[in-house]
């Protein structure tokens, strides 16, 4: 986990993209999978500030995201924009380009739930340029 919080430091600052705010991640578990040697599932929540957008990256893992406050808009690179409110759900693909990830919100923060299914020790984002 501790390397998903440096690569989102690591990606806003390699964008220009940090602020007085930036994400912040608290994490949940992480556990290997019983029947999938070699594969682990990640699990964390992410509260984006208020006007906080992502910057292009992947995750090299199946991806799901549940939103649980406040209103996020996602898009993978080829798929629709999607605007997404508390209870619903997102997908990324391991091959997926994450390009619009932002808080709709300018003055309240958005809070969701993630969970990767990856290869175990890979890190949780991977910038794209």
């Known amino acids: 986990m501790k390397r998903a919080v440096v690569s989102l430091v690591f990606l806003a600052l390699m964008t220009g993209a940090a602020s007085a705010q930036e994400p912040t991640l608290g994490t949940i578990m992480t556990k290997d999978l019983a029947n999938q040697p070699g594969k682990?599932?990640?699990?964390f929540t992410v509260e984006f500030p208020p006007g906080w957008a992502d910057p292009v990256h992947r995750h090299d893992a199946?991806?799901?995201?549940?939103v649980l406050e406040g209103s996020i808009v996602m898009q993978v690179r080829g798929g629709q924009e999607v605007t997404l409110t508390p209870g619903q759900g997102f997908y990324e693909g391991p091959m997926d380009i994450h390009v619009v990830g932002r808080n709709v919100s300018t003055t309240k923060p958005a809070k969701f739930l993630v969970v990767l299914i990856k290869a175990k020790g890979a890190p949780a984002l991977?910038?794209?340029?």
């Open 40 to 43: 682990e599932v990640t699990m």
């Open 62 to 66: 199946q991806g799901f995201i549940f």
């Open 126 to 129: 991977v910038p794209v340029k």
